[in-house]
């Protein structure tokens, strides 16, 4: 019997098997929550030239503590109409630009305007630069403002067009087709007879898939016949390049998908991985196609899909750092010690500390209703007691 993969080992072959996705080119409103696959360099200066922060007067810090003549304003848009003369001062607004000459802005609360003049009301002093935005303060024309692999987000997405960008250089969107398989799986809402349960991993894989860089369709779905699995693995390989099926993947006499993957022209790259629930895992190929062959059983389903499918996506998509981050934080309860493989316990944050259901069974499907965790224990590791840190990961 072959010794189990570490996780982070079966991660880092599952990635290995396929480069990123070709990029293409995408407009800003077309952005969201892809990955760049090209760094974002400033074209431009900004702010393009020194802005007032504040309402007020434009004056030059040289004259103060004045008083001034008013000459004028500048308003965001356009250029002031003229320079500043020394002893004169310019009705500025937030965000325009100031006239050549000024260095420092006055805010309106501390002076007061009468018959074409402007006096001081302030005793606090007032710095030279004060309430000025410096051109290029934000960035510099050249400047890498964000890197190849970054995820954009709204405040991303700001930033590059605020770079003087017209569009986006983006990884691609992989095609990704979920089978589920097994003949006691019904479709949601339809009437179960004796021994059928809803295929409830279908629906829950589709929508973990909702919030990533993917093309994902409807879910199909095959019964326990190694020669349709076969086929149907053979028609979505021509179409789409990640297969994940669900179910069939350990070693009773109804789980065909290894079989059905040799049968189909594919290979295997590994089976089976050190952790809990998960442990039967497939990775493969199949022509250009990727293949990810999921336990059935809801919580293992759940848990290598945010482990290796989330993160294989992420990968064609472009993403610089495709696995998710592992965080810590003070266990509510004990936790006894770790076994023979890492376990992956489904949990929830309250108030700062993690609460592990007391349910951890991998058919289970409660606990993920109400999990936002995943609690990791490792391999052999020590009890805890309440209060010891705990690494896990986040979940939606």
């Known amino acids: 019997m072959s010794a189990l993969l570490p996780v982070e080992e079966a991660q880092a072959r599952l990635l290995a098997l396929r480069p990123p996705l070709a990029g293409e080119n995408v407009a800003f409103c077309d952005a969201l929550g892809r990955y760049l696959a090209e760094d974002v360099v400033a074209l431009r200066d900004q702010p393009a030239a020194p802005l007032s922060a504040m309402d007020g007067y434009a004056v030059r810090c040289a004259d103060l503590p004045g008083p001034w003549t008013i000459a004028g304003e500048s308003a965001a848009g356009g250029p002031p109409a003229h320079a500043l003369a020394a002893g004169e001062a310019m009705r500025i607004f937030t965000g325009a630009m100031l006239p050549e000459g000024a260095d420092t802005v006055v805010i309106q609360e501390d002076v007061a305007a009468e018959g074409g003049r402007l006096a001081l009301t302030t005793s606090d002093a007032i710095r030279e630069r004060q309430h000025v935005r410096a051109r290029a303060s934000d960035f510099a024309a050249g400047e890498r403002l964000l890197a190849a692999g970054t995820r954009l987000t709204p405040g991303a997405i700001a930033a590059a067009v605020m770079s003087g960008a017209s569009q986006l250089r983006v990884g691609g969107r992989p095609r990704v087709a979920i089978l589920t398989t097994g003949d006691e799986l019904v479709q949601p809402g339809r009437p179960l007879a004796p021994g059928q349960i809803p295929d409830s991993n279908g629906v829950m894989l589709a929508a973990m898939l909702a919030g990533e860089p993917a093309r994902t369709g409807l879910p199909l779905h095959v019964g ?90 992420r990968h064609l998509a472009g993403a610089a750092s495709p696995l998710p981050p592992v965080l810590s934080a003070p266990l509510a309860k004990p936790l006894g010690p770790g076994k023979t493989r890492r376990d992956y316990l489904r949990a929830r944050l309250d108030r700062g500390a993690l609460h ?38 986040a979940i939606a």
Do not use: C
Not at 358 to 386: K, N
């Open 356 to 393: 592990l259901f007391d349910g951890q069974d991998s058919g289970r499907t409660f606990p993920l209703g109400g999990a936002d965790a995943l609690a990791i224990r490792e391999i052999g590791a020590p009890a805890r007691a309440a209060g010891e840190p705990a690494d896990y990961i």
């Open 224 to 313: 326990d016949a190694r020669a349709r699995i076969a086929a149907a693995l053979q028609d979505l390989a021509r179409h789409h390049d990640v297969i994940v099926t669900v179910g069939g993947a350990s070693v009773g006499d109804h789980d065909h998908v290894q079989g059905a993957l040799g049968d189909a022209g594919g290979r295997v790259d590994f089976w089976k991985v050190a952790m809990k629930p998960g442990k039967p895992l497939i990775a493969g190929t199949l022509g250009d196609a990727l293949l990810l062959g999921l336990p059935g059983n809801p919580a293992s389903a759940f848990v290598t899909a945010t482990l290796f499918l989330l993160p294989l996506v």
